[in-house]
């Protein structure tokens, strides 16, 4: 059966599956691209808010960001097929996890909270893109998928060769006018656009890829991938600037030795060259108008990332590696207001370089318990590379300068499993990890009309010390995982607003947007169920919760003890009926209202929402379509994460789409 999710029971973890996955425990996820096909989703982000714990930042019509559980940006890490990729954009305009094409994809794992030691710095979470890799023979995967608001995504993926040598390649277009909420309006009526690019694209992205893979001896392969994705007219009505283009290369490589004789059961080496070269501007904004340029601000932004990692596989369950990359990024801002005429180098060239080993240690102590736990030592270097930063801002505002740091870090975590039954399940965990503060945190460099934005250079990494109790209980046709965390976070970095402290020349400003330490906690758990009646009726669902709160610092501004950007409690049910030729499903979404509110960003409650999806498919040979329509009953609502927080506000809240459509065809020869 080559779509076996038509068929209900398919949804519903077997014993097999779970035997095979005996290291994936409970706080790990998956999500099988066929399922995003089932979707309106444009990218991983808004694809992967299907996931109990996960949920999307909108910034416009593509874009989304990926919060899980209240963390997001720095504090998780997104790795596609293990290489580190970052957006090049201080606004956050292009995340990690937009520099992909679902066609490139076969599924995307996540693992929430710091157990993921394997890679520095998932602090609340890592999220691993895993591309498709190609079958012997010649295969052709064209598909096409349409929706509301002019959307059209044709794609091709294809690939020819035997068991020995591989190539592929692949192509994706994507593009689409701005959507209408649900009160009818365009996402871009109330943004500040120009009347004339109200109704301009949403976003144009070709995305390319080639691949070569080769095995020259049975237990030996080797891979060879690179990417390009080309974004262009991204309009993002959340910030004040559109992205005119945003270009991502993607190169990796990789070598592994399987089935070794002797201690070393298998052997990794990877490196990977990943680039972003992001431009965006105000021209099609009202605030460009009497600009003395096309455009009032723009900003020039690029990031490189290079390395290298091996990860080694020994008898008895050890699993041990070391990883180094640097980090380069760069960005420079202009103004060409009749306020200001200036360019300044804001991310001020600078170059983090981490490098960090780690060990893994699990075994089943009797049938019933199995053990775990896994420690990582890492060093990171952080220097400024720009000659023309002003290193007076940070005088001004933190009272410390200092344009080098090193950082020095250990993560540990312990994990338990006991079984009762094969129908029972409970998993223990803690763990605590470190993320070393970004280029911009630490080292932002920008005076602006209003409040000035400046780096902290003292600003120290943050720490995630975490406890997830969860039970996984199978039987007859039902599942049911629910799952607690209770997450301290110490130096949790934090936006705030810094008043100006010591008078510097040149420095005319008296508050600035910074960043400063405080000791967060986060907690909540999500339960996800599954009920099925004669293998072909499957009712699923799942609810998910987070609460945050902070340490107040009044001497820094910081009065209010609610964390900021903290999602409201969702759930999700789902009925679903399937054979394995068809399959239509109904689905309702509730989100609570949220009023923990952090009053000091001047963020704004939300009300809560219900909505609800239809959708059907088809699977006949080769062809397989899905159908469905999304906010059926074309409510206007709009999310907690759906506008930026103050002191950089537009004050524009970005609602959800209205009813849309989207058909989805697929072939595979
Ligand atoms: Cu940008």
Redesign the pocket.
């Known amino acids: 059966v080559l779509f076996p999710h038509f068929c209900a029971l398919a949804q519903i973890p077997s014993a097999e599956d779970m035997q095979t996955k005996s290291r994936r425990e409970v706080y790990q996820e998956g999500l099988e691209v066929r399922e995003v096909r089932e979707s309106s989703a444009r990218d991983v982000g808004e694809a992967l808010s299907k996931i109990e714990g996960v949920w999307k930042l909108r910034k416009g019509g593509i874009a989304n960001d990926v919060v899980l559980r209240g963390f997001q940006g720095g504090n998780l890490n997104v790795l596609i097929d293990g290489a580190r990729i970052y957006?090049?954009?201080?606004?956050?305009?292009?995340p990690a996890a937009f520099h992909v094409d679902f066609a490139e994809v076969e599924r995307i794992e996540i693992t929430k909270g710091p157990f993921d030691l394997a890679s520095q710095g998932s602090l609340g979470g890592s999220v691993n893109v895993i591309r498709k890799q190609p079958a012997a023979g010649l295969h052709l995967a064209p598909s096409l998928q349409l929706g509301s608001f002019g959307y059209v995504n044709p794609a091709l993926t294809g690939s020819v060769g035997s068991a020995r040598l591989e190539a592929s390649f692949g192509y994706s277009f994507r593009r689409s006018l701005p959507f209408l909420d649900g009160h009818g309006n365009r996402m871009t009526e109330g943004a500040g656009y120009r009347p004339q690019f109200l109704n301009s694209e949403a976003f144009r992205v070709h995305t390319g890829w080639t691949g070569l893979r080769f095995s020259p001896r049975p237990n030996q392969s080797g891979e060879l991938a690179y990417t390009r994705q080309d974004a262009a007219n991204v309009l993002?009505p959340y910030?004040q600037?559109?992205?005119p283009y945003?270009i991502a290369d993607r190169l990796s490589a990789g070598y592994r030795w399987a089935d070794l004789a002797g201690a070393l059961k298998s052997l990794r080496a990877s490196g990977f060259y990943t680039a972003v070269r992001?431009?965006?501007t105000d021209e099609k904004r009202t605030s460009s108008v009497a600009a003395l340029d096309v455009f009032s601000m723009a900003?020039f932004?690029r990031t490189r990332a290079v390395g290298a990692r091996l990860d080694m596989e020994f008898e008895n369950g050890i699993l041990a590696g070391a990883e180094s990359y640097q980090r380069n990024w760069d960005a420079v801002n202009s103004f060409r207001s009749r306020m200001m005429v200036a360019d300044q180098n804001i991310v001020p060239n600078v170059n983090s370089t981490i490098a960090g080993f780690y060990a893994d240690y699990s075994r089943n102590l009797t049938r019933r318990l199995r053990l775990g736990a896994g420690g990582r030592l890492d060093t990171a270097n952080m220097y400024v590379r720009s000659a023309s930063v002003n290193e007076s801002l940070y005088l001004a505002y933190k009272g410390v300068s200092g344009l080098s740091r090193r950082d020095t870090n250990a993560s540990w975590n312990l994990r338990a499993s006991y079984g009762r039954s094969e129908a029972v399940e409970l998993f223990l965990g803690a763990g605590s990890t470190v993320r070393v503060p970004d280029a911009q945190e630490r080292y932002y460099n920008h005076q602006r009309p209003g409040t000035d934005w400046v780096g902290n250079p003292a600003i120290r990494p943050s720490r995630n010390t975490e406890t997830n109790l969860g039970l996984n209980f199978r039987a007859h046709g039902f599942y049911l995982r629910p799952l607690v965390f209770y997450s301290a976070v110490t130096d949790y970095i934090a936006v705030h607003n810094q008043a100006r402290l010591t008078a510097q020349p040149g420095i005319t400003g008296v508050m600035a947007r910074s960043y400063e330490n405080v000791d967060a906690r986060i907690y909540g758990g999500e339960v996800a169920f599954g009920a099925s009646v004669h293998s072909r009726w499957l009712l699923s669902g799942g609810l998910s919760v987070s609460q945050g709160s902070k340490d107040p610092l009044p001497e820094r501004g910081i009065f209010d003890t609610d964390l900021a950007e903290m999602p409201p409690v969702r759930g999700r049910t789902s009925l679903r009926y399937g054979t394995r030729l068809w399959f239509a499903e109904l689905e309702g979404l509730a989100a609570g209202p949220q009023r923990c509110v952090d009053s000091d960003l001047r963020e704004l409650a939300t009300s809560g929402y219900f909505m609800m999806n239809v959708r059907a498919g088809i699977h006949r040979g080769p062809l397989a379509l899905t159908f469905g329509v999304e906010n059926v009953l074309d409510r206007f609502y709009l999310e907690f994460l759906s506008y930026q927080r103050d002191p950089f506000r537009t004050g524009f809240r970005v609602p959800e789409p209205g009813r849309n459509i989207f058909l989805n065809f697929g072939f595979t020869f």
């Open positions: 957006g090049a954009c201080p606004g956050h305009m292009d993002y910030l600037m559109d992205a945003d992001h431009w965006m900003t932004a």
